[in-house]
């Protein structure tokens, strides 16, 4: 008799989770060197939640799994960002075994509700329907997992642009819409402030979108490695936000080793000559 498996909960769930008094928003990372050791090491660091990105990391589909595979059993969330709103990737994201989606570049209601579409099966969306070869489904072993399928996925839309701050509280009426997410570095590049996160018309942007969130009674969440500006987003409002990444932390650590055991002499060229021979 085969084994009969249920889904593991949503971050949808976990953010549902927030309400009452010992309520506090969610913490995460991103995980971007498509490795599934460093995802199992995230995992078992003790954050709330991890971002496995596809959009600007060397992931696809076979590293994604991998991925998914080694963190699982850990209590930790785990949404992933495909690279793009696309109807066909997101199926096969959920039949691998995706439950929470982070979609990029949400512009409009009209996008926000296509997102929404690629995760529901027909009548209901536009999702095409593979559950005895999939994962998600365990190969048909999750029990009525085609009529249960909507209640096992969690949409978070990302908000990153000037045209999706206009279009905010748009967004957010979209239903299946769970949460949003703020990019500000998006943001900054779409208001003009490339590389300026900090800027004041970026910060005031953000903050608008986390009050309209509010307002919808819906979570919202952004990307703040800065801690003074986590700690003020969280102020605002946010329910969760990401605050480290994998790579970042590796390659900032592997600098200050090399900043306290590497000692350039100014005497030796970078080759082992000195500069005169060059």
């Known amino acids: 008799m085969p084994l009969r498996v249920e889904p593991n909960p949503t971050f949808r769930d ?18 971007c060197s ?15 939640w991890l971002l496995i990105d596809a959009e600007h990391s060397p992931n696809g589909l076979e590293s994604i799994l991998a991925q998914l595979q080694a963190v699982h059993g850990y209590p930790v ?8 709103n696309d ?4 199926k096969q994201y959920l039949d691998l075994g995706v439950q929470n989606l982070l979609v990029p570049m949400v512009n409009s209601a009209a996008e926000a509700e296509a997102a929404v579409a690629a995760t529901r099966y027909p009548p209901h969306g536009v999702r095409g329907v593979g ?12 029990p009525d997992y085609l009529t249960r399928a909507s209640e096992t996925v969690s949409v978070t839309v990302q908000i990153e642009s000037a045209a999706a701050v206009d279009a905010v509280e748009d967004i957010l009426a979209v239903d299946g819409v769970d949460a949003i997410f703020l990019g500000p570095s998006d943001l900054a590049a779409s208001m003009g ?13 953000v903050e608008q979108c986390l009050a309209a969130a509010t307002a919808a009674r819906k979570p919202a969440g952004v990307n703040a490695f800065n801690p003074a500006t986590a ?22 650590g592997s600098e200050a080793l090399a900043a306290e055991y590497v000692r350039p002499d100014p005497a030796v060229g970078p080759c082992g000559g000195s500069p005169a021979s060059y």
């Open 14 to 31: 976990a953010l549902r989770g927030q309400a009452g008094p010992s309520g506090r928003p969610l913490a995460g990372m991103w995980v």
């Open 34 to 48: 498509g490795s599934p050791l460093v995802a199992e090491l995230c995992a078992g660091a003790g954050l709330d």
């Open 77 to 84: 969330h785990v949404m992933v960002r495909p690279p793009v």
């Open 87 to 90: 109807t066909v990737l997101i």
């Open 131 to 142: 559950s005895a070869l999939a994962r998600a489904a365990r190969w048909n072993r999750v």
């Open 193 to 205: 402030v490339l590389g300026q996160q900090e800027h004041p018309r970026v910060r005031a942007a």
């Open 231 to 252: 700690r003020a987003y969280l102020a605002a409002g946010a329910a969760f936000v990401l605050v480290g990444a994998d790579v970042a932390l590796l390659a900032r």
